[in-house]
């Protein structure tokens, strides 16, 4: 009988575990969100003052931009999110540290959102919190980390000015890392700018690979573990355990933008496929309809996810990338350059759909899927 | 007899309280910290693939440097540190939320750093990492979170670009928050820029008042609150608590930089007098004799502290801003105007001293100190 061929799948399959589960619960976060964007939105005036401007298309983007004269200034704040916690759990199990490649996951989330509007990122800075001093004691664990974050750093071509590491016993748990990054770049020439006034139907969709869940989906990830009778060491592929499979690093997508640059191609919009997983790909403001005719193949550790949570195509596709990590929009003339920019640069791309006209929505036909405007709200 | 007259300040004086045990052991980070330091000096040279290159005179400065042609971009990020947890406490005896203060202070910690290298502040993002959504389901604390870091922003006339509120159960203690802020900053003209190479034997030294701790040194004043008889509400001066004086926003002092460019004094040296108290006047790294021979006020609320943790004044200086925030070193001729501007600006000021050839050292003249060149070593 097939259910008893894998009794997690079967018995999850049951009740499902969703993200709100998993423990974040975005309505006690959203009324904070908006008050602050409010009060954000309020002080660009300042700007004015100095003699720069706002360039208020990037409210609401993955990055904020500030027209400086000759260029544009591009800035951004991101945090990890709980990978940090995978790698904790996975050196207890190996005795191996995986900071290495967490320090790319945290820069990737600041570099990814980054180059959305455009910009090349310049100057990283570290935010290391850790939850005592004795964190930074265990020294093969802080070497992983310094020299992890400073081969990001060589992979995207960017400086790393400096940073914090503090030791915040009483607000960071004992034994833990709070992990950030900020980054600064400039957006030059100013015809890079890329926050979505060059959309139009007609674009060519083209996706860039994943290298597996990157930091986005970690919280239900997480909580799967407790089902697995085999916990973090559950095989998800032949030799590698689902701990493992989570910690593969993100892909750093930003070689990819500056090798279009170089080849002239100039997006006409970027998302950086995190959280809300492909919804993501609804994140310009105007009304479009995005029609997806080719899936990329799904890693195996999410496939995995998506079985063992009992998750369906449409709630995995809007929670996790499902082998997407980063949209572009280009000029249908630039898509196939595009792809072979991005394969040259060391990162899979394809040829995935189309804009058209037409009420906001996305259409994924292999899965028959499609998601509405409702469907995502971040602004 | 004298010993009878304050018992905790005689207990305290028999067993002094100092850094390490309040828990932060520098042994640990240092060589995490000088890694980390080497790894990112090796990154300045990806700048020039880009046609910009590195300040490396801001290596090991507060504020992170980079020539971009017609200006420099100075970036930096910076953490509030365990002020916040003070905030929670006098939440928890008083039911008011100090966050709005809280939020200032953590500007500030940017801010302030960033504004020592000539910079204007342009762009600031919020990091606020909560130990649970929940954090942010208390509207009260959550809007005054918000509305304290508008105004430092209205204050700093800095736009508030957007910002990261993660909630990270797990890593973040329940119930608590990590805070920090990263900052982006113009020097135009190129003349502003204040990376050292103006000061001189001869230069004066303005010192510009803090409002109390500011948030350096909190590990230590949490830590005495165990040994006062009435905790946080013990009486610092008259009808004003230690919680609450603790709690006194840290200064910004980008108004007074700002408004020194617009009077057309340029300093050649600025620093921001956090960790480390007044050794930070060291901070520059030639061999120059700081001479001071006027110290301000100290804060009720520092004395209070050096007083009941038994530090001689050797220690307090040492430690704490006592009385100090901001350290302008400028042109003799300036010195007057410098203060004026200051005043002007709402922020008090004073000569204090003069920047002399010999060897590295500051002499307190008042309370007869000296720091030699061993004291710091931040490099």
Redo the contacts between chains.
Sequence with gaps: MESSRDSVASNTAQTPLSYDQA????D??D???V???R??A???G??R??G?T?VTAS?GESA?V?D????Y?A?????L??K??VADEMARLTGRSAYEGIAQDTIAMAINDLITVGA?P??V???W?AG???W??D?AR??AL??G??KA??TC?????????????????PG???L?A?C?G?IQPKERLSVGDRLAPGDAIVLLDSSGIHANGLSLARKLVERLPEGWLTEVAPGVCYGEALLAPTVLYSPVTEALWRAGIVPHYCANITGHGWRKLLRHPTACTYRVHTVPDVPPVLRFIQQHCGLDDREAYSTLNMGAGFALFVAAADAQRTVEVARASGVGARIAGTVEAGPKQLLIEPLGLRFGDDDLQLR
Aim: proline residues 4%; contains cysteine; aromatic residues 10%.
């Design positions: 423990g974040v619960v975005y006690l976060i009324p904070l969100k008050a602050a964007q009060a954000a309020a002080t660009a300042h700007l003052t100095h720069y706002e409210r904020y500030v400086v004269g000759p260029f200034l800035s951004i704040v991101e945090c999110g709980s940090a916690l090349t310049l100057v800075q570290a935010y919190a005592g001093s004795d930074f004691g020294s802080a070497q310094v020299a974050w400073k750093c060589d071509g960017v400086a790393w000015g400096g940073g914090e590491t503090p030791a915040l016993a009483g607000i960071v748990e833990r890392i709070d950030a900020s600064t400039l």
